[in-house]
T-cell receptor
Framework: KNQVEQSPQSLIILEGKNCTLQ??????????LRWYKQDTGRGPVSLTI?????NTKSNGRYTATLDADTKQSSLHITASQLSDSASYIC?????????????FGTGTLLAVQP | NAGVTQTPKFRVLKTGQSMTLLCAQD?????MYWYRQDPGMGLRLIHY???????AKGEVPDGYNVSRLKKQNFLLGLESAAPSQTSVYFC????????????FGPGTRLTVL
């Protein structure tokens, strides 16, 4: 069964600290992996998109890594800010038609405290 | 550019009532999608469209209908609302499939009593 599992479910860190969010997937076949940020009451916003041939991709203070062999990805946030408080969703794309068969994780809820 | 907009933002319905959710995008995207987001679950695809005049079923299409009469608009209809359709609905659009990112609207929170 195609699944995307994220850990931890929730996380509290102090402003300025770093953190790493994890994503494990069992989607097959696999074509790409995306990380989205979803602020409370808003729609998801794309942070990174990686294909199976990419190991890492950065977007400002956000760095995503991908190990296609172990089917794991991580999102590292550097020098966290209060505005980083949000849900971070891992999304894995398989092959299959117009929708690319996106499988969404349930997200990690991050709270950054002053 | 407004990106992807959704109307309304909130709605409360009684069981059996009908309604239409409107999604509009100004990015000239070919593909448009409707998702629902429920607590403890990832977003699930309801219906999608690959171009004006086309629609297709997603993962959870039962109880919903859609129409794409104009390229920039994608409508989601509930003919007879049920409490199980209480959810947050997101519309998204993308320029093409493959790696291109999907741009999401702000969501519509629907409660069915």
């Amino acid at each position: 069964k195609n699944q995307v599992e994220q850990s931890p479910q929730s996380l509290i860190i102090l402003e300025g600290k770093n953190c790493t969010l994890q994503c494990n997937y069992t989607v097959s076949p696999f074509s790409n992996l995306r990380w989205y940020k979803q602020d409370t009451g808003r729609g998801p916003v794309s942070l990174t998109i990686m294909t199976f041939s990419e190991n890492t991709k950065s977007n400002g203070r956000y760095t995503a890594t991908l190990d296609a062999d172990t089917k794991q990805s991580s999102l590292h946030i550097t020098a966290s800010q209060l505005s980083d408080s949000a849900s971070y969703i891992c999304v894995v794309g398989g092959y299959g038609g117009a929708t690319n068969k996106l499988i969404f994780g349930t997200g990690t809820l991050l709270a950054v405290q002053p | 550019n407004a990106g992807v907009t959704q109307t309304p933002k909130f709605r409360v319905l009684k069981t059996g009532q009908s309604m239409t959710l409107l999604c509009a995008q100004d990015m000239n995207h070919e593909y448009m999608y409707w998702y629902r987001q429920d607590p403890g679950m990832g977003l699930r695809l309801i219906h999608y469209s690959v171009g004006e005049g086309t629609t297709a079923k997603g993962e959870v299409p039962d109880g919903y209908n859609v129409s794409r009469l104009k390229k920039q608009n994608f409508l989601l209809g509930l003919e007879s609302a049920a409490p199980s359709q209480t959810s947050v609905y997101f519309c998204a659009s993308s320029s093409q499939t493959g790696w291109n990112e999907q741009f999401f609207g702000p969501g519509t929170r629907l409660t069915v009593l």
